[in-house]
């Protein structure tokens, strides 16, 4: 999925590795693989990939990890994968 990327630069993701468990959630929900695990703690592989979707967050029991979830363009697109609809972020661009 390497090619799969957002816009550089500006995704919201953050990871507190101080307080990260390891327990794996983040990688097992995240859609394009962004976390791994290695050696009991999650490693943000490629911030550029993720979509802000918010399930890492969600699902991360000690809140190690820290996201905008549905931002922008980003939640216009998922949006529109789950409904069938057109994307429409109201950004005065185009999705």
């Known amino acids: 999925m390497a ?5 550089e630069d500006v995704v919201t993701l953050e990871l507190d590795a101080e307080i990260c468990i390891g327990c794996g959630m983040c990688q ?9 695990v290695e050696e009991r703690k999650a ?3 490629d911030r550029d990939r993720c979509i802000e979707c918010g ?3 969600g699902n991360c029991p000690v809140e190690a990890l820290r996201v905008k ?9 998922i949006h529109s994968w789950l409904t069938g609809e057109e994307p429409s972020c109201d950004c005065g661009g185009s999705c």
Do not use: D
């Open 55 to 57: 399930a890492c967050a």
């Open 43 to 45: 490693l943000i592989t």
């Open 69 to 77: 979830a549905g931002v922008g363009c980003a939640s216009a697109i």
């Open 3 to 7: 090619e799969l990327r957002y816009i």
């Open 28 to 36: 097992i929900v995240c859609p394009h693989g962004v976390l791994v």
